[in-house]
C-alpha cells in the first residue's frame, strides 16, 4: 500500500449489533488455515452480531483449498464467484468450471473446495453459518449460474427485480438473493423484520437507510443488517444498484 497520500479518512460505519458498511479501501488480510494464494477478508462475523461468516477473497493464479472451506459439523456453506473463474464444488464432488455469477451451495458437514488454475486472479464470496434442522428435511448441493435465472418483478414495481439462488423450500434455512434497483428504483416499504442480511453491492450506486442514518453506497461495498433493523434503499446513477445478499428463512424462532 506504502504511505497514504491524503489525510486518513472512511465511510466504514460499524455499529455492533446493529448494521455494518465496510467498503473496499479498508479491508485487510486474514490468513485462514487450509487456504492458500488467497487475500481474504472477514467482513461479517459473531464479533459484530451477525450470526454468520462472510469473506471476500481474491484467488491468485494457483490458490485453492488445501481443506474443504467450512467442513465443520452442522455447518453449511456459500461461494459465489464476482469475476474471474475457478474450480469449485461441495467437497463431496468433482470439481465444476465457474465463471463470473457461478455459485455452489454445500449442505452441513459437507464444505466448498475451490482451485484456481487461470492466469489471473479470481473474486469470489465465501459464507458459512450454523444449520438449522426442520424434522427430516434436509438440503441438497446446489450449483448455478445467476446469468442463467431470470429477474422477477419486486412487489409489483417495474423498477425493481429479484433472483433466487437456493430453492425456496423448507429444507434450506437460508436463502441467497440478487436485488437490482433502475435508476430511482426503491423499496415500497422501510423494512423492520427478524432477518438479518449481508450484502454486496454488485453494481451501481444506492442511498441506504440503516436505522436512523442515511449512506451512500456504492459497488465492492459490504453491508450487514441485524434483526429489526430499519432498512430499505433508492437506487441511484446511470446503471442498476443491485447486491447479492442472504437471508435466514423458513424457520420460528426458538425460545
Not at 101 to 110: K, S, T
Not at 207 to 235: H, N, R, S
Request: hydrophobic content about 40%.
Amino acid at each position: 500500500m506504502g504511505y497514504p497520500t491524503d489525510l486518513l479518512s472512511t465511510r466504514a460505519v460499524v455499529k455492533p449489533g446493529l448494521f455494518a458498511v465496510i467498503p473496499k479501501d479498508g479491508l485487510v488480510n486474514n490468513v485462514i488455515p487450509g487456504i492458500t494464494g488467497c487475500r481474504i477478508s472477514i467482513v461479517a462475523s459473531p464479533k459484530m452480531g451477525a450470526s454468520f461468516v462472510q469473506y471476500i477473497v481474491t484467488a491468485e493464479p494457483g490458490a485453492q483449498t488445501d481443506l474443504p472451506f467450512a467442513r465443520e459439523e452442522g455447518v453449511e456453506s456459500f461461494l459465489y464467484v464476482i469475476e474471474g473463474e475457478l474450480k469449485a464444488c461441495d467437497a463431496g464432488d468433482s470439481p465444476k468450471q465457474l465463471t463470473a455469477g457461478g455459485y455452489v451451495f454445500a449442505p452441513p458437514g459437507h464444505g466448498i473446495e475451490f482451485e484456481n488454475k487461470s492466469d489471473r486472479a479470481c473474486k469470489l464470496l465465501l459464507y458459512k453459518q450454523k444449520f438449522i434442522p426442520c424434522g427430516d428435511f434436509k438440503p441438497h448441493t446446489v450449483y448455478g449460474n445467476v446469468n442463467d435465472i431470470p429477474f422477477r418483478i419486486y412487489d409489483d414495481m417495474e423498477n425493481v427485480f429479484i433472483k433466487d439462488l437456493l430453492p425456496a423450500d423448507l429444507a434450506f434455512d437460508m436463502n441467497m438473493h440478487i436485488l437490482s434497483f433502475e435508476p430511482g428504483g426503491c423499496h415500497p416499504i422501510v423494512e423492520t423484520h427478524v432477518q438479518e442480511h449481508g450484502a454486496y453491492i454488485l453494481s451501481g450506486e444506492g442511498m441506504y437507510l440503516l436505522d436512523d442514518t442515511w449512506m451512500g453506497i456504492k459497488k465492492e461495498d459490504f453491508m450487514w443488517f441485524g434483526p429489526y433493523v430499519a432498512q430499505c434503499a433508492y437506487g441511484v446513477g446511470r446503471e442498476p444498484f443491485a447486491y447479492l445478499y442472504s437471508k435466514d428463512c423458513n424457520r420460528d424462532v426458538t425460545l
